[in-house]
């Protein structure tokens, strides 16, 4: 039976709406590590991470300080997805079953972002950031930083394997040593506040570490009834696209500059198209958006593999 002009409308507001109210529910993760940084053109170059003024007694003229030459460009990328719904199914009153296709479309577009940021942190040990080392290196050296490394290792007395002793002591190395990193101006990035340090670390791990890293990072008592020192009050999450058990990270998420960057060019939208396309049997929607994903600030994200 042909459609009529009313139905094929009906089913397009019908598909732009299981699809908004799906992309309205959505709680991506992405910035909560990432910071987000609104791109104005094809690429944006980050020059200034890293550069930190420091005060100075005003003796004579001022000293203008100028940014470092860091060449750091992330170029977006742009993203689609696309589904076909039958204009059969909408004259047979089918809809229903298009529901958790649509919906499903609307979950691709809204936390493919989270996706991009860990494969882009699992990167990190092989790929440059704004100083010209590894986001994750052993001796990253900007102005009068001094050489620093957020790379660290951890013996395990069976091998790869943690116990959950070991897990906590090797999190209290990488939190210390997250606390102890330098600015260009050699001045601790971590400043004493009325707050905590570093506000709620965030240690993130694979699924088959995450039991051993929740029962180290929440023990008040080891297996003689001693206290254990937990420095910093962490979080533990398990990330299912980190899949190296033997290796977790550290992250620093307070303030507004985080261990990644989310790069956003063009949000996510949608069109349906083809109702009124006598040629074709299947009403178009169409999801794009423009973005990427790249690396922030390496002295708050701290890498740690047990050997």
Known sequence: MALTTAQLATASRLITSVFDKSVRAASPFYPRIATVVASESAEEKYAWLGD???MREWLGERIFKQLRAADYELKNKHWENSLLVSKTDIADARMLKYKMLIEGLAAEGTYHPDELLFTTMVAGESTACFDGQFFYDTDHSWGDSGTQSNDLTYAAATGTVPTSAEFRA???QAYAAMLAFKGDNGKPLVRPTQA???ERPLVTVTPTLYPTALEALSARFDTNGNPVVIMGNPEVLPIAYLTDATKFH?????????PLIFQEREPLSRQVKGADDLETKDL???TEARYNAGYGAWWKSVL????
Request: proline fraction near 8%.
């Open 284 to 286: 178009k929607l169409m």
């Open 196 to 198: 905590q340090q570093v």
């Open 52 to 54: 930190m003024p420091g």
């Open 304 to 307: 740690t593999t047990f050997t």
């Open 250 to 258: 550290v992250h620093d998420t307070s303030g507004p500059l985080k």
């Open 170 to 172: 090797a999190y209290n």
